[in-house]
Structures are given as C-alpha cells and as structure tokens.
Nanobody, 122 residues
Framework: QVHLVESGGGLVQPGGSLRLSCAAS????????????TGWFRQAPGKEREFIAA???????RYGDSVKGRFTISRDNAKGTVYLQMNNLKPEDTAVYYC????????????WGQGTQVTVSS
C-alpha cells in the first residue's frame, strides 16, 4: 500500500502558476517507486474526475487535451515524489487535484491522495 500526500494548492490569478507536489510513502517507497505509473487528476464541483497527466518513467509522459502545453508532470524517483507544474492557469482549471499511482500493467490506479484545492480567480 502506498500513501500519497499532495501539497502546493492555493489561490492564484488567471495567467499565474502553481507547482503541486505529491509525496509517496510506504514499504515500497522509494526503492520501487520507479515501478509505479504516477498520475494527476482533478475534479471540479458537479463534474466528473478528469485525467490531467501521467508519467511512466521520467521521460515518458501523457497529458489530457485541456492542459497540453501548459502543465508539466515530472518525478523524482529517489524522493518518491511526483510534481505538476501548472502555468498559464485559467479559471476553468479550478478543481481539487489528486495524485495517484498504479503498478505498471495495472488497469486502475490503486492508491490516491486526499487532494489539494486549486482556485484560479481574480
């Protein structure tokens, strides 16, 4: 079992930036963190959960269409931490952001953080 804790959320003006962090802990962390696919998701009030980004290795990444070119996912395997750099934020990016991990080959993410609120407003 992997325990995840997100941080870095807050209130930011449109066009601003935030960097979210997700620290993983557990018996397999950090030694086997490289074996996990890590992802970021978000959920706004009244909307379904939306995929944002995932990283399979430090150089293999995938992004949702709504954030391509603005958000960057990265990971530090030695620290067992995954990051989400968010630039040029828009009001529609307002949501609770969650990180999650799954073992490679698994269809579903098995561990989720508690979420961190991001609010984009002037």
């Amino acid at each position: 079992q992997v325990h995840l804790v997100e941080s870095g959320g807050g209130l930011v003006q449109p066009g601003g930036s935030l960097r979210l962090s997700c620290a993983a802990s557990g018996r397999s962390i950090p030694a086997y963190f490289t074996l996990y696919t890590t992802g970021w998701f978000r959920q706004a009030p009244g909307k379904e959960r939306e995929f944002i980004a995932a990283t399979y290795t430090p150089s293999a990444t995938r992004y949702g269409d709504s954030v391509k070119g603005r958000f960057t996912i990265s990971r530090d395997n030695a620290k067992g931490t995954v990051y989400l750099q968010m630039n040029n934020l828009k009001p529609e990016d307002t949501a609770v952001y969650y990180c999650a991990v799954k073992q490679r080959g698994d269809a579903e993410y098995s561990s989720w953080g508690q979420g961190t609120q991001v609010t984009v407003s002037s």
